[in-house]
């Protein structure tokens, strides 16, 4: 499996779209500690999942997380 892919630009429009055979993220950084990510994973079922985890120091937490029916998220 190739490493993390880094893709970035200034967004001009909230509607944006991509395709992946795997997990997709978004990170909100501030550093290596202290950062949330939002990732969407295929949940086997012709759906998705999506998670935020949170991360500060040492501690990591899912705060939040959501199945997505269909092929669209």
Same mark, same amino acid.
């Given at each position: %499996?190739?490493?993390?892919?880094?893709?970035? /630009?200034? =967004?001009?429009? #909230? =509607?944006c779209?991509?395709?992946? &055979? !795997?997990?997709?993220? @978004?990170?909100?950084? %501030?550093?290596? &500690? #202290? #950062?949330?990510? @939002?990732?969407?994973?295929?949940? /086997?079922? !012709? !759906? +998705?999942?999506?998670? *935020?985890r949170? =991360?500060i /120091?040492? @501690?990591?937490? *899912? *705060? /939040?997380?959501?199945? +997505?029916?269909?092929? =669209?998220?």
């Amino acid at each position: %499996m190739p490493g993390p892919i880094i893709w970035g /630009g200034k =967004r001009l429009s #909230h =509607r944006c779209a991509g395709k992946t &055979a !795997g997990r997709a993220g @978004l990170s909100v950084y %501030m550093d290596e &500690a #202290h #950062h949330y990510d @939002l990732t969407i994973t295929p949940d /086997g079922e !012709g !759906g +998705f999942q999506g998670e *935020v985890r949170l =991360r500060i /120091g040492p @501690l990591t937490q *899912v *705060v /939040g997380s959501r199945k +997505f029916a269909g092929s =669209r998220v």
